[in-house]
Every structure is written in C-alpha cells, then in structure tokens.
T-cell receptor, first 113, second 113 residues
Framework: AQSVTQLGSHVSVSEGALVLLRCNYSSSVPPYLFWYVQYPNQGLQLLLKYTSAATLVKGINGFEAEFKKSETSFHLTKPSAHMSDAAEYFCAVSDEGYSTLTFGKGTMLLVSP | DAGITQSPRHKVTETGTPVTLRCHQTENHRYMYWYRQDPGHGLRLIHYSYGVKDTDKGEVSDGYSVSRSKTEDFLLTLESATSSQTSVYFC????????????FGQGTRLTVV
C-alpha cells in the first residue's frame, strides 16, 4: 500500500527565507512522486513531479524537490520565499501498481513580511 | 488550463436528500476521479473511473455512488446526504493510470444541514 507523510501541518517563514516542506512516502515499487499547490478557494495545481528520470526535479515558481530513495523522501524547497508562495502544499505518490494518487494531509505555508 | 468543469460550485442541501455533482471534461482523458477534501485529512479518494462504465471504489466510498456513461462526464451521487458528507469535492482527470499529469477542477463546496 502507498502512503505519504507530510511533517508539519503549518510552516512559517519570512519573505526571502528558505522554504523546506517535508514529504516521506512508502511504496512497494518505484514510485512516482508529486507536489501540488492549492491557493485559497481553488483546485490543485501541479508544481513538479518525479517519474524516475533525474532525481532533482525543478518545478514552477522556483520550487524544486529531490528524490532520495534511501530516505524515502521527496522534500520541496525554494531558496527564497515570496509572499505569493503562501498556500497549501500537498505531496502525493503513485506507482505502477495503482491507478490512483495517494495524498499527504497537506502543509500550509505562511509567509510573513 | 485543462478543460475540466465541476457543477454546481456551491450547494446547500438537507440531510436525507439525494445530491448529484457533475464533472465534465473536454480533454478526452480516460481516467477521472472524485476526491473529498477535509481539514486535517488532505484529499481522499472516493471513486474513480478508468473508462466508460468502468468504475472502482476509493478509500472513502461509503455513502457515494458514481456513473460514467460518456467519456466526458463523471457523476458523483450522494444517495441520502448526511452532515458528515459536508466537504469540498474535487474532480480530477488524467490521461494515464499513474496520474503523471493530473488536472483538478475548481471544487464543489457542499454543505449538508
């Protein structure tokens, strides 16, 4: 079975600071991994994805994530936070054995001036 | 933006009444999904479809049914709405079973009173 754990339901950073959102997964086979962002009252938008190519994945809005198999992690980072990054972020996993995405519970990113 | 439309966007209904939510896509994608989003739970899969008339249950399918008679439409029905089904419902579509490029609708906010 697949599962996703996002550490921290809320993360607060100052504008210009490093953003680090943590995601750990479990999967019995090589996974596909995703980060989605949700702005208030909107649907989810794909930020980036890992599909067994390069382990360092770059996404939209300056975000990137690194797949680390030994740590079963796929943490999301951005060097310098912007006020517009304030949103909820979801990590998700899929793999060859499933036709569905399994989501983490989400992390709300708060950015202060 | 991917062509995916949910209707209605907001609905208030009384306990015990049937409710149908509609998801319409113009992308001709094979896979369609219904999720519910609740605080502290992230997104949880209700039902999904892998083709016309082909559907399967997700993690939280009790109290819900679905139908897909055409590629473009995926209906979610609450046979007898309960207060525990108050939630935000999202439809998603994907061209492949691994969801390497899944697109989400804007959501339907359902309140059961």
């Amino acid at each position: 079975a697949q599962s996703v754990t996002q550490l921290g339901s809320h993360v607060s950073v100052s504008e210009g600071a490093l953003v680090l959102l943590r995601c750990n997964y479990s999967s019995s086979v090589p996974p596909y991994l995703f980060w989605y962002v949700q702005y208030p009252n909107q649907g989810l938008q794909l930020l980036l994805k890992y599909t067994s190519a390069a382990t360092l994945v770059k996404g939209i809005n300056g975000f990137e994530a690194e797949f680390k198999k030994s740590e079963t992690s796929f943490h999301l980072t951005k060097p310098s936070a912007h006020m517009s990054d304030a949103a909820e972020y979801f990590c998700a996993v899929s793999d060859e054995g499933y036709s569905t995405l399994t989501f983490g519970k989400g992390t709300m990113l708060l950015v202060s001036p | 933006d991917a062509g995916i439309t949910q209707s209605p966007r907001h609905k208030v209904t009384e306990t015990g009444t049937p409710v149908t939510l509609r998801c319409h896509q113009t992308e001709n994608h094979r896979y369609m999904y219904w999720y519910r989003q609740d605080p502290g739970h992230g997104l949880r899969l209700i039902h999904y479809s892998y083709g016309v008339k082909d559907t399967d249950k997700g993690e939280v399918s009790d109290g819900y049914s679905v139908s897909r008679s055409k590629t473009e439409d995926f209906l979610l029905t609450l046979e007898s709405a309960t207060s525990s089904q108050t939630s935000v419902y999202f439809c998603a579509i994907s061209a492949d079973r691994q969801n390497t490029e899944a697109f989400f609708g804007q959501g339907t906010r359902l309140t059961v009173v």
